[in-house]
């Protein structure tokens, strides 16, 4: 059985960015949906309940039909967000330090550089997607729940949620007002954590 997992900050905590609704709705409700519904169709499926979800999530193709869209959906749910807390952080924004920020400016030419890309892809998405900072730092977009790990992808170092549901209370239409907020909030301590050496 999966669980919702607590964050590692209040609710109002990135209240300046992001409010305290949107983050207990978000978190409370939407997240709490996905864990819910994964939880519901693992019930019907007990062979796959000793594997992993990034196992499940790596080899989609490989479940069975009857299960597939809805642990691609709600498996991805639970995976993008339970990462996405971890992203934010009220002692976040700012840049990278050490190794990440040196190979982000050796790839991107500067940070901020890097910042406008992103941007830039988060502001492409048509509908509801994610934004993707992937170890070899390029950066990619996916629909709905999908998640880097179900395309042969690694596990991102970094990822933006880009729902509506992520910032209508605040930002109403205007996904680029909440783009340019949420880079206060990152994480880069995490980010940095998930970084690879370069020698892999
Ligand atoms: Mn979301």
Same mark, same amino acid.
Request: proline residues 6%; aromatic residues 12%.
């Given at each position: 059985?999966y669980t919702?997992p607590?964050?590692q900050y209040?609710y109002?905590?990135?209240?300046k960015?992001?409010?305290k609704?949107?983050?207990e709705?978000?978190?409370t409700?939407?997240?709490?949906?996905? /864990?819910?519904?994964?939880?519901?169709?693992?019930?019907? $499926?007990p062979?796959? =309940? @000793?594997?992993?979800?990034?196992?499940? %999530?790596?080899?989609?193709?490989?479940?069975?039909e009857?299960?597939r869209?809805?642990?691609?959906?709600?498996?991805g749910g639970h995976?993008?967000?339970?990462?996405?807390?971890?992203?934010?952080s009220?002692?976040?924004?700012?840049?990278p330090?050490?190794?990440l920020a040196t190979n982000?400016?050796?790839?991107?030419g500067?940070?901020?550089?890097?910042?406008?890309?992103f941007?830039?892809?988060?502001?492409?998405?048509?509908?509801?997607?994610? /934004?993707?900072?992937?170890?070899d730092?390029?950066?990619? $977009?996916?629909p709905n =729940? @999908?998640?880097?790990?179900?395309?042969? %992808?690694?596990?991102?170092l970094?990822g933006l949620?880009v729902?509506?549901?992520?910032?209508?209370?605040?930002y109403?239409?205007?996904?680029?007002?909440?783009?340019k907020a949420w880079?206060?909030?990152?994480n880069?301590?995490?980010?940095a954590?998930?970084?690879k050496?370069p020698e892999?």
């Amino acid at each position: 059985m999966y669980t919702l997992p607590p964050l590692q900050y209040s609710y109002d905590a990135l209240g300046k960015y992001i409010s305290k609704d949107i983050m207990e709705l978000h978190h409370t409700k939407h997240h709490q949906t996905y /864990v819910d519904k994964l939880n519901a169709v693992l019930d019907t $499926t007990p062979e796959l =309940q @000793d594997r992993s979800l990034e196992s499940l %999530l790596s080899n989609l193709d490989g479940l069975p039909e009857a299960v597939r869209t809805a642990i691609h959906n709600h498996g991805g749910g639970h995976y993008n967000h339970s990462l996405f807390w971890q992203w934010m952080s009220p002692d976040g924004g700012g840049e990278p330090t050490g190794q990440l920020a040196t190979n982000i400016v050796e790839k991107y030419g500067s940070f901020q550089a890097f910042v406008d890309e992103f941007t830039t892809k988060s502001l492409g998405v048509f509908g509801s997607g994610w /934004v993707w900072l992937q170890p070899d730092l390029s950066i990619v $977009t996916t629909p709905n =729940q @999908d998640t880097p790990i179900s395309h042969g %992808l690694d596990s991102p170092l970094l990822g933006l949620d880009v729902w509506e549901h992520a910032y209508y209370l605040d930002y109403k239409n205007k996904r680029d007002d909440y783009v340019k907020a949420w880079w206060n909030v990152v994480n880069w301590d995490f980010v940095a954590s998930r970084a690879k050496s370069p020698e892999q």
